[in-house]
């Protein structure tokens, strides 16, 4: 800003506008309004002031004192009589104080703004902040002679008057010490004006009782000797420690210690590995020689639980703690090394704990993320869960952000891993307010923690808190950060710890001697010392897990070609069902769309008739039934309301006025279970994280999440391999998550035809997961309810269809829902009028939507020598039920036929599990099934549909008629169909 703003006739102006504004705020722009309301905490109160003569010195004195009627009546009769703009000074006077006034509060506000930038953040001292013009008085007109000018600045700072230099030294240490705060970007007026509130009448800092201190101090000895004890005992061995950002476990527990005060009973946090040990120790008390046996080489579970197991620093933990009495459950979401993918995952957990709780205040349970800096501003996944934050769907009422501020990456400085000045600009998005603090000042650091607990607690938004300290080590112990960064890690070899640095400063104020906190620290030791023999002798004694919620559940074991589960559901119950789906709302005035209106009255005559009932319906009454079972029903997903090809129309939407209803939900009002059903942000990965997570926390409802196309799941690869495949052989947490996954060659393009089966096919071992590419609505049915009836639970992935939502052959009769029905892996040939089994020439074998096209080939040719067996769940792969369908055509020619490419979809899974099954099929003609389908290819598809119908209909033809001897080799094709491109 330009001194000559408030300067010459400007000036005049200005004061003149000012004295205006406090006379009347709408006597002047609405800008000038709003220019001069930010100047001041209180604007009301301020033009109260004004107007009981607080201009004059006589009169603030009165104002802030009590006084007597006679007093103040003479005080009011001075103002009357007095010069227009103040008791007892000339115009020019009031003009001048005016002036004065408006340039302090500019200041003020400037520091406010700008004032984190010249904060004392970095405990290296590398980085020195550079002044900024904004913050310096003299760009306000200020000159060195005004330093000691007494300025009336409205109580703002808590003064009424002061000098100069005194409002300098308060904004300084209130914003330029150890804490920088960045909270004027935020628009809603209450969280800034508390922001300011508390960190100005605090001066960013917390007084600490002497026993206050020493708990600070022997927080900051168990964070310290922990990580040196494991460098002595494992020198050289990866941990990656949380030496240099020790300040963040009393922050912590500063955070659960008054958030309990507020109402937390639950936390679950997410983390890196930076210091994931020291939180596991020192927060979640797990046993120290529990960590040590691990770095022994011992397995973190017994000896009977099965499972790949992960390495010591991605484990999670749950545990209870108590503050003042109060009970916290703590738990700690393992994750991978894929830097802040786990942030969903934490928030669906918090948001079904909050749910099943009944908090919907949500703040009874709360998520804690701690970040690294280079990770914060790296990882798009951080914005998406900042996206997700606000959200009907998806809020959790607020995160506290934690950001381990190393200043680097593995070895990558700030200014090649962003464009801000922050790690923690993203946040503005949300208009979250952001603590900078130095992590060598421990005080500090717990204000920031502090101040985010309550922020958090009363307006259930999230609050960052960016803790800068430094890392001692590499980027793991065993690295030499000295390659990529010799000063840095010269300055910090040269380092005082944080604790070293702490105990001095008590030391000095005589609340701890010296001799004091070393006998802290020896007495620690002596304890870890005893950890480390015991660790010798230590075995885990069970799992935590089939625990809390999942308590009565069971790990899957055995064959699950022999598991049963009753699916079936009584007709009356399906019809109570259907009756909901078809009656529009009793609501008056509810306009249903006409379309709609139609739809609901065919649905009326499925089940009237019992006939003809289609893919969305049956979806409707797996849904429906388990709601009416208890079972909470949850389905997110990019127009997960209406469905992706307007087939579901969950949500109805009255015509004139947009007001929603939702039929399931209304079937038995107060007697069922809710069904959820979510339009989700345009995002993957965050969404399918946060329903994992929910998932997690939630067994006994049926989580689902909807790909628009199945396609756009590449989006969340990271969630797919790293937790839904592999979070129970890792970590040993199941998940029921469904993943519904459009897919279907219908001529629609490389990115709209193919959900990528060999993606998750490939990943499927130890009967992690089910993989589904079903054919009938009521197979579908008993899929989705199976989820739930079970008593363990499995990830589902079902390809779901686009053509056959409507297809007239692909529907189902009502008694393949009722008692008796099942769920079918393999489907068996149903046309009674082929030949007889001995005289079948040729079985096809696929999956999903290619049947329909093979059947109405075959219809069409009159074929009756062909028969088809469907593959409905490709894994767990049905042997024992393929065996006995193959052992039924002795004589016949066996062929897989697929619509993918040969190098994608099912072929390369399903290849020797068919050969297998044949060769224990005594005396059958075949011993291996021949590939009938689209060449290898690098696209999943053409995008050009004449070329696609040419494909779909010479791998259908070869399939049922095709010379066999003459199939091309999947890989190198060479046959009729390349006449197909001329």
């Not at 769940?873 to 065996?883: D, G, S």
């Amino acid at each position: 800003m330009e001194a000559s703003f408030l300067t010459g006739a400007n000036a005049i102006f200005i004061a003149e506008l000012y004295e205006r504004w406090l006379d009347d705020p709408n006597s002047v722009d609405q800008s000038w309004q709003t220019f001069f309301a930010e100047l001041h905490d209180d604007p009301e109160a301020v033009r109260g002031e004004r107007h009981a003569g607080a201009w004059a010195p006589e009169g603030r004195a009165k104002v802030i004192g009590a006084v007597d009627p006679e007093e103040a009546a003479q005080a009011a009769k001075k103002k009357k009589e007095a010069p227009k703009g103040g008791a007892g000074l000339s115009t020019d006077e009031v003009r001048s104080r005016t002036l004065d006034s408006i340039r302090a509060l500019m200041l003020i506000r400037a520091y406010r703004v700008r004032g984190h930038l010249m904060a004392k953040l970095d405990p290296l001292g590398l980085i020195e902040p550079e002044p900024h013009p904004e913050l310096e008085y003299t760009t306000y007109g200020f000159t060195d002679a005004d330093l000691d000018k007494e300025i009336f600045i409205d109580n703002v700072l808590g003064l009424e008057t002061a000098t100069l230099r005194t409002i300098l030294e308060v904004v300084q240490a209130t914003y330029c010490g150890s804490v920088g705060v960045e909270f004027m970007h935020i628009q809603d007026p209450e969280q800034k004006a508390w922001i300011q509130r508390r960190v100005e009448g605090a001066r960013s800092h917390a007084d600490f009782t002497d026993l206050g201190k020493r708990t600070i101090l022997e927080r900051l000895t168990n964070a310290e000797g922990f990580e040196k004890f494991l460098q002595v005992k494992y020198t050289g061995t990866k941990r990656f420690g949380l030496e240099g950002g020790e300040s963040v476990i009393p922050a912590i527990e500063q955070v659960l210690k008054r958030g309990s005060q507020l109402g937390v009973e639950e936390v679950v946090f997410g983390m890196a590995h930076r210091g994931r040990l020291n939180v596991l120790s020192n927060i979640l008390h797990k046993p120290y020689q529990a960590i040590f046996s691990e770095f022994q080489g011992n397995a973190a579970n017994p000896d009977d639980v099965q499972g790949s197991g992960d390495v010591k620093y991605h484990l999670g933990t749950s545990a209870d703690r108590e503050f003042d009495g109060k009970k916290v459950h703590l738990s700690l979401q393992a994750n991978p090394s894929h830097l802040e993918v786990v942030d969903p995952v934490v928030l669906g957990k918090v948001r079904a704990k909050q749910e099943q709780l009944g908090d919907t205040e949500r703040k009874r349970v709360l998520g804690i993320l701690l970040h690294g800096d280079a990770a914060f501003a790296g990882q798009g996944i951080v914005a998406e869960c900042f996206g997700l934050s606000q959200l009907k769907g998806y809020r959790t009422g607020g995160t506290i952000h934690f950001i381990i501020n190393n200043q680097i990456g593995f070895t990558t400085a700030p200014q090649y891993s962003r464009s801000g000045p922050y790690s923690s600009d993203i946040a503005k998005m949300v208009q979250a307010p952001i603590l900078h603090v130095n992590g060598d000042d421990p005080e500090a650091v717990i204000f920031a923690a502090r101040v985010a607990a309550e922020f958090r607690q009363e307006f259930a938004a999230d609050v960052v808190v960016d803790m800068i300290c430094y890392r001692r080590h590499g980027h793991n112990e065993s690295d030499e950060p000295a390659f990529t960064q010799p000063l840095m890690y010269r300055k910090i070899s040269e380092q005082p710890t944080t604790r070293a640095r702490y105990a001095e400063k008590l030391a000095s104020e005589g609340k701890v001697s010296a001799e004091e906190a070393q006998k802290i620290n020896d007495d620690f030791v002596a304890r870890l010392e005893d950890e480390f023999k015991a660790a010798a002798n230590y075995r885990p004694n069970k799992a935590d897990w089939l625990e809390g919620k999942w308590k009565g559940l069971m790990q899957a074991t055995g064959e699950e070609e022999y598991r049963t589960e009753a699916t079936d559901v009584d007709f009356e119950v399906l019809k109570e069902v259907g009756k909901a789906l078809s009656t529009p709302p009793e609501e008056d005035g509810f306009e249903v769309n006409r379309k709609i209106q139609r739809q609901m009255k065919a649905k009326a005559k499925m089940f009237e008739s019992g006939e003809g009932i289609d893919w969305a319906t049956g979806e409707a009454l797996a849904f429906g039934t388990l709601l009416m079972e208890g079972a909470h029903v949850r389905l997110s997903g990019q127009d997960a309301g209406r469905g992706t090809f307007s087939q579901r129309h969950s949500v109805l939407v009255d015509q004139n006025s947009e007001r929603t209803f939702v039929p399931l939900n209304h079937i038995r009002p107060g007697e069922q279970a809710r069904y959820e059903v979510i339009d989700s942000p345009l995002s993957e990965v965050s969404v399918l994280g946060f329903d994992y997570g929910y998932s997690l926390q939630e067994p006994h409802g049926l989580t689902l999440w909807e790909a628009q196309f199945g396609d756009f799941a590449n989006g969340a690869q990271v969630i797919v391999d790293q937790f839904i495949s592999s979070g129970e052989s890792k970590w040993l947490r199941m998940s029921g998550l469904v993943m519904l996954l459009p897919h279907g060659y219908e001529g629609q393009g490389p990115e709209h035809s193919s959900a990528r089966p060999e993606r998750y096919l490939q990943q499927c071992a130890e009967d992690n997961m089910q993989v589904c590419n079903i054919t009938t609505p009521a197979n579908y049915f008993h899929a989705l309810r199976r989820q739930i009836r079970r008593n363990f639970r499995k990830p589902l992935i079902v390809f779901t269809p686009k053509s056959l939502l409507r297809h007239k052959l692909a529907t189902s009769k009502l008694e393949d829902f009722g008692p008796g029905s099942r769920f079918r892996r393999v489907m068996p040939e149903w046309n009674e009028s082929l030949k007889p089994d001995d005289k079948i020439r040729r079985v096809v074998l696929c999956s999903g939507k290619v049947y329909y096209d093979l059947l109405q080939a075959r219809m069409d040719q009159e074929l009756d020598d062909v028969a088809i067996i469907r593959i409905e769940q490709l894994y767990p792969w049905p042997k024992e039920t393929l065996v006995a369908q193959l052992s039924r055509y002795k004589n016949a020619e066996v062929v897989w036929c697929q619509e993918e490419p040969a190098n994608m979809g099912y072929w390369q899974f399903v290849d020797r599990r068919i050969e297998f099954a044949l060769e224990s099929i005594d005396g059958h003609k075949s011993r291996k099934a021949t590939y009938v389908g689209r060449k290898a290819s690098a696209s999943p598809a053409t995008g050009l549909f004449k070329i696609h119908v040419a494909e779909q209909t010479g791998l259908v033809e070869d399939a049922l008629t095709g010379d066999l001897d003459k199939v091309w080799v999947p890989f190198a094709r060479v046959t009729q169909l390349s006449k197909i491109g001329q």
